[in-house]
Structures are given as structure tokens and as C-alpha cells.
């Protein structure tokens, strides 16, 4: 599986942005979808992830201002980003968790891209 992240940028604080990420290669064996976000000096957390039957997962912190959708037709996972402000400054990567039958589960990872939000 590859993924190819786009979007992202510079925002001022109550602004919005989107992030999209296409899947190529195994796409079938993809089971769900997500991003994360890394700010500085800090762990990589989830920020919202969509599994192949449309369950949505968000933290605590986006609930209400993030949303993430799947398009099929182009294998397509975007993150809308609306009333954004400086705690969600980081870089931000597409993960896609992928299992065949009964098998392990992997993950993979888009390159991130980075998203500033000014105050």
C-alpha cells in the first residue's frame, strides 16, 4: 500500500484547511484509514480514522470541528479541518491499517505534511 498525502499549510487561527490522502497498490486488504498528527517534541496521536465500513473515530480534542470521509471512486481519505487553532499546528501523516483474511494486521504511513495554524 502507498499513500499520497496533500493539503495542509499555513492558516490563521478559526480558519480551515484539507488534507487528502490516496491509496494505491493493496487497496482491497486496507481495513481502515486515519490521520495523526505529531507537534514538536511530542508523540504521534491519532487525530481521526474511518474504517472501511464508515466508522468514524475521532480524539477528544477535533471532535466537532474535524471531519473524516472516505471517496471510493478515487480510494481517497480526507480530514476537513474547520475552526483551527495553534494546538493543531504539527505534521500531520495518513496511516492506513491493512490485514489479509485472518493474517496480521500492518500499517502504513503517507509522508507527512505540515499544518500551521497562526494565532
Known amino acids: 500500500v502507498q499513500l499520497q498525502a496533500s493539503g495542509g499549510g499555513l492558516v490563521q487561527a478559526g480558519g480551515s484547511l484539507r488534507l487528502s490522502c490516496a491509496a494505491s497498490g493493496s487497496i482491497s486488504n486496507i481495513i481502515a484509514m486515519g490521520w495523526y498528527r505529531q507537534a514538536p517534541g511530542k508523540q504521534r496521536d491519532l487525530v481521526a480514522s474511518i474504517t472501511s465500513a464508515d466508522s468514524t473515530n475521532y480524539a477528544s480534542s477535533v471532535k466537532g470541528r474535524f471531519t473524516i470521509a472516505r471517496d471510493n471512486r478515487k480510494n481517497t481519505v480526507i480530514l476537513q479541518m474547520n475552526s483551527l487553532t495553534p494546538e493543531d499546528t504539527g505534521v500531520y501523516y495518513c496511516?492506513?491499517?491493512?490485514?489479509?483474511?485472518?493474517?496480521?494486521?500492518?500499517?502504513?504511513w503517507g509522508q507527512g505534511t505540515q499544518v500551521t495554524v497562526s494565532s
Open positions: 496511516n492506513a491499517n491493512s490485514q489479509t483474511g485472518w493474517g496480521p494486521r500492518y500499517d502504513y
